[in-house]
């Protein structure tokens, strides 16, 4: 089975802008039944904002960031990055994933990117290798903006990680906690299958 234009449509119009990477990342990576197309469907849906988000939003208030970080944020420490993305991001994300220290800058040049905000300088080393293409590394930016990569980016994660299993196995929770790591948005996931599996069945 193969994503067509007309299935993406009646999915989701705002999916249309990158239906060729779509295409692509479903025909490359083996997502190439109706129950695996729709599983990857509904993520990449909800992940990305109905396809409207394809950047990492580090736009943290003191509160935002106590609350989602921490063990990272005392209130003192919040107040000194609070609505400094770059800074937030060079900090939250520094030594792991493969970035390095804070001074480095690789937590703001490897943020969240694409359909499933690949983030790390390690991810974006080996799907660069993957999808053989040196850019990626050099030029971070393109995985927001070209609208082939956007798409290829989330196909290169769900094969990375094995994710057509879940589909398989027909365990949509147990997905959601390998891309997401808990069941946020759970809820909205599900809405987003249920409408995946009425347009590929």
Same mark, same amino acid.
């Given at each position: 089975?193969?994503?067509?234009? %007309?299935?993406?449509?009646? =999915?989701?119009? @705002?999916?249309?802008?990158?239906?060729?990477?779509?295409?692509? +990342?479903? +025909?490359? $990576?083996?997502? %190439?039944?109706?129950?695996?197309?729709?599983?990857?469907?509904?993520?990449? &849906? !909800?992940?990305?904002?109905?396809?409207?988000?394809?950047? #990492?939003?580090?736009?943290?208030?003191?509160?935002?960031?106590?609350?989602?970080?921490? /063990? !990272? =944020?005392?209130?003192?420490? &919040?107040?000194?990055?609070?609505?400094?993305? #770059?800074?937030?991001?060079?900090?939250?994300?520094?030594?792991?994933?493969?970035?390095?220290?804070?001074? /480095?800058?690789?937590?703001?040049?490897?943020?969240?990117?694409?359909?499933?905000? *690949?983030?790390?300088?390690?991810?974006?080393?080996?799907?660069?290798?993957?999808?053989?293409?040196?850019?990626?590394?050099?030029?971070?930016?393109?995985?927001?903006?070209?609208?082939?990569?956007?798409?290829?980016?989330?196909?290169? =994660?769900?094969?990375? $990680?094995?994710? @057509? !299993?879940?589909? %398989?196995?027909?365990? =949509? #929770?147990?997905?959601?906690?390998? *891309? @997401?790591?808990?069941?946020?948005?759970?809820?909205?996931?599900?809405?987003?299958?249920?409408?995946?599996?009425?347009?590929? /069945?």
């Amino acid at each position: 089975m193969i994503i067509t234009l %007309d299935a993406l449509q009646k =999915f989701s119009s @705002n999916a249309m802008k990158y239906s060729t990477g779509l295409y692509y +990342s479903c +025909s490359d $990576n083996n997502i %190439d039944t109706a129950i695996r197309i729709a599983y990857f469907m509904a993520q990449v &849906a !909800h992940e990305s904002g109905k396809f409207s988000i394809v950047e #990492e939003n580090l736009n943290y208030s003191a509160e935002g960031l106590i609350a989602t970080w921490p /063990s !990272h =944020f005392t209130e003192e420490i &919040a107040q000194q990055y609070a609505r400094q993305p #770059e800074k937030i991001a060079n900090y939250v994300y520094a030594n792991r994933m493969g970035n390095g220290d804070e001074a /480095s800058g690789d937590g703001w040049n490897f943020r969240g990117r694409g359909l499933i905000q *690949i983030t790390g300088r390690n991810n974006y080393t080996t799907m660069s290798n993957y999808l053989t293409n040196s850019t990626i590394l050099t030029n971070p930016d393109i995985v927001a903006t070209d609208t082939d990569l956007v798409a290829e980016s989330a196909g290169w =994660f769900w094969s990375a $990680n094995n994710l @057509n !299993h879940f589909a %398989d196995s027909t365990d =949509f #929770e147990g997905l959601t906690k390998a *891309i @997401n790591g808990g069941l946020n948005g759970l809820a909205d996931r599900e809405q987003w299958l249920a409408k995946a599996q009425q347009v590929w /069945s």
